[in-house]
């Protein structure tokens, strides 16, 4: 993974970059640890499960490592999908067409 792979992605690393003052292998090193985050497995069991309360926690949580880290790509959906699932007793069906966009985000981010 690169800061140039990471721009073609769509990833904002200038501003990535500034939260992490502009120590660019503790950056790439953080972008990592997000995308390896234990609570993309929880978003995903908890909408399979459909657990709407379970879903926003991983996806909340989700949403401000990401954003931390200016993953833009993957930050918008996730973004969308905890303010769909906030205050949710069920799971809106609209739930699951984005989990399947922010898994293949994330995957393609993996491929970096």
């Known amino acids: 993974m690169t800061l140039e792979s990471l721009n073609a992605y ?27 985050d234990k609570a993309f497995t929880a978003l995903q069991e908890a909408v ?9 926690e ?18 918008e959906p996730i973004s969308t999908l905890t303010e769909l699932l906030r205050g949710k007793d069920e799971m809106p069906e609209e739930g ?11 995957e393609k981010a993996l491929e970096l």
Do not use: Q, W
Request: aromatic share 6%.
């Open 58 to 75: 991983a996806a909340h949580a989700l949403k401000g490592t990401t954003g931390n880290v200016s993953l833009t790509p993957l930050y």
């Open 96 to 106: 699951k067409s984005l989990l399947g966009e922010i898994m293949s985000l994330r």
């Open 10 to 36: 769509g990833a904002n690393t200038a501003e990535g970059l500034a939260r992490c003052m502009n120590n660019e292998p503790f950056y790439l090193r953080i972008v990592g640890m997000v995308l390896a």
């Open 48 to 56: 399979d499960a459909g657990n709407a309360h379970a879903a926003f």
